[in-house]
């Protein structure tokens, strides 16, 4: 009888134990230095891709694939976020507040219908302010680097005014999407030939149908373009500007390589730049709205 009460005890005890195991909350997907990026960060992520490209109507690759560049592109941004804390990059509450209301504005929405709106897709306002706010962080420390590193002529200025309002009436909008292909440092020759190749390959594709947004997802080493800005608008380097004029709906432009250069535009959330790299393009506008593609190789 003893025997029986002691074996009754130790069940007890394990099925105490088996209820009090911890539950997983989360999980780290990569270490980025001193931060992490978590898997939330990723399945949240993904979600909003996968929402706003099945209201653009875009494709996207298999989930593994799309994970994979998910991950890279959070752990870049975690790279540049931790640069901007180490260059005492600040959002005030007042520049985010005012970033939220230009989007919701342009949007034809007000703040309450643009809540609601958030609420339906699953997303909460504190999540949505955050990336924002992260967004603009990420903005203001490429846009230091490029003030950095560049220096832009007054005259030059004035003469690409001079040619975009030559170009453009005041009534236009470009919406430029592009796919980035890298290139180290100093490239050597084969380096940029096989560049130059896997642009040619993926204008191909584009030119026989093939979704842009999928091949910037899949291509792509800035994967800003695999997720629809609310408001649509970005900002274009002199290259693109120059393949512009004239185009049609859906015109195939071809590509070109630009050379360092940076050019603001307004934008919801103040001035920002293109990056000072040479580009790789391939250009496709439509007007009214206006948009294009371009597929671009910097260093």
């Given at each position: 009888?003893?025997?029986?009460?002691?074996?009754?005890?130790g069940v007890?005890m394990?099925?105490?134990?088996?209820?009090?195991?911890p539950?997983?909350?989360?999980?780290?997907?990569?270490?980025?230095?001193?931060?992490?990026?978590l898997?939330?960060?990723?399945?949240?992520?993904?979600?909003?891709?996968?929402?706003?490209?099945?209201?653009?109507?875009?494709?996207?690759?298999?989930?593994?694939?799309?994970?994979?560049?998910?991950l890279?592109?959070?752990i870049?941004?975690?790279?540049?976020l931790?640069?901007?804390?180490?260059?005492?990059?600040?959002v005030?509450?007042?520049q985010l507040?005012?970033?939220?209301?230009?989007?919701?504005?342009?949007?034809?929405?007000?703040?309450?219908?643009?809540?609601?709106?958030?609420?339906?897709?699953?997303?909460?306002y504190?999540?949505?302010?955050?990336?924002?706010?992260?967004?603009?962080?990420?903005?203001?420390?490429?846009?230091?680097?490029?003030?950095?590193?560049?220096?832009?002529?007054?005259?030059?200025?004035?003469?690409?005014?001079?040619?975009?309002?030559?170009?453009?009436?005041?009534s236009?909008?470009?919406?430029?999407?592009?796919i980035?292909?890298?290139?180290?440092?100093?490239?050597?020759?084969?380096?940029?030939?096989?560049?130059?190749?896997q642009?040619?390959?993926?204008?191909?594709?584009?030119?026989?149908?093939?979704?842009f947004?999928?091949l910037?997802?899949?291509?792509?080493?800035?994967?800003?373009?695999?997720?629809?800005?609310?408001?649509?608008?970005?900002?274009?380097?002199?290259?693109?500007?120059?393949?512009?004029?004239?185009?049609?709906?859906?015109?195939?432009?071809?590509?070109?390589?630009?050379?360092?250069?940076?050019r603001?535009?307004?934008?919801?959330?103040?001035?920002?730049?293109?990056?000072?790299?040479?580009?790789?393009?391939?250009?496709?506008?439509?007007?009214?709205?206006h948009?294009?593609?371009?597929?671009?190789?910097?260093?």
């Amino acid at each position: 009888m003893k025997n029986w009460k002691t074996l009754l005890l130790g069940v007890a005890m394990v099925a105490n134990t088996s209820f009090a195991a911890p539950q997983v909350v989360d999980k780290v997907a990569a270490v980025v230095n001193n931060g992490v990026v978590l898997e939330s960060d990723v399945d949240g992520l993904m979600k909003s891709v996968k929402l706003n490209s099945g209201e653009a109507g875009q494709q996207l690759p298999d989930d593994a694939t799309l994970r994979h560049q998910i991950l890279e592109r959070l752990i870049m941004d975690q790279i540049v976020l931790q640069m901007g804390q180490k260059m005492g990059v600040k959002v005030t509450d007042e520049q985010l507040d005012q970033a939220i209301a230009n989007i919701a504005k342009q949007n034809n929405m007000s703040l309450d219908q643009m809540r609601s709106r958030l609420a339906y897709d699953g997303i909460s306002y504190a999540t949505y302010r955050n990336q924002i706010r992260k967004e603009m962080l990420i903005s203001e420390v490429r846009n230091n680097e490029v003030r950095r590193r560049v220096t832009i002529l007054p005259q030059e200025v004035d003469a690409l005014a001079k040619q975009v309002g030559n170009q453009n009436d005041a009534s236009t909008e470009l919406n430029l999407s592009h796919i980035l292909i890298p290139l180290p440092e100093n490239p050597t020759s084969d380096q940029a030939a096989e560049a130059e190749s896997q642009a040619r390959s993926i204008v191909e594709q584009a030119r026989n149908g093939g979704d842009f947004g999928k091949l910037a997802i899949t291509y792509s080493a800035d994967q800003t373009g695999a997720e629809r800005r609310p408001d649509g608008l970005g900002t274009y380097s002199g290259a693109a500007i120059d393949l512009c004029p004239g185009a049609e709906h859906g015109e195939e432009r071809g590509y070109r390589r630009s050379y360092p250069f940076r050019r603001g535009l307004p934008h919801s959330e103040g001035e920002r730049s293109a990056r000072p790299e040479p580009k790789y393009l391939r250009h496709r506008s439509s007007r009214s709205p206006h948009s294009s593609e371009t597929v671009t190789d910097h260093d």
